[in-house]
């Protein structure tokens, strides 16, 4: 088992940046990929960001790359999804989740473990 638990949303005016957290604990932090995703009211959760077990490769998004920035520190089981330039449309619900078993990491489904989400939203 893989808990997470995220933090650092809230409510930024549009050009703010925010840094999100997430702590793992559970299993072996190494053992696993690691992503954020994103999900609004009415639509599907999205593709964010995902971070390979040792950091050495990050994948983005089209609408966030070049803004956002993850990055993962193994000593203290944390990731953290730096966000910044932000926009109205970045508003939603941010998800960590975690990859153990290799699926699709740009997939909501290829994710074996979430956190409960922190609300970004950015005012205009």
């Known amino acids: 088992q893989v808990q997470l638990v995220e933090s650092g949303g809230g409510l930024v005016q549009a050009g703010g940046s925010l840094r999100l957290s997430c702590a793992a604990s559970?299993?072996?932090?190494?053992?696993?990929?690691m992503g954020w995703l994103r999900q609004v009211p009415g639509k599907e959760r999205e593709f964010v960001a995902a971070i390979a077990w040792n950091g050495s490769s990050t994948y983005y998004s089209d609408s966030v790359k070049g803004r956002f920035t993850l990055s993962r520190d193994n000593a203290k089981n944390t990731v953290y999804l730096q966000m910044n330039s932000l926009k109205p449309e970045d508003t939603a619900v941010y998800y960590c989740?975690?990859?153990?078993?290799?699926?699709?990491?740009?997939?909501?489904?290829?994710?074996?473990?979430w956190g409960q989400g922190t609300q970004v939203v950015v005012s205009s």
């Open positions: 559970g299993r072996t932090f190494t053992l696993y990929r």
């Open positions: 989740a975690a990859n153990l078993y290799w699926g699709n990491i740009y997939s909501p489904s290829g994710y074996d473990y």
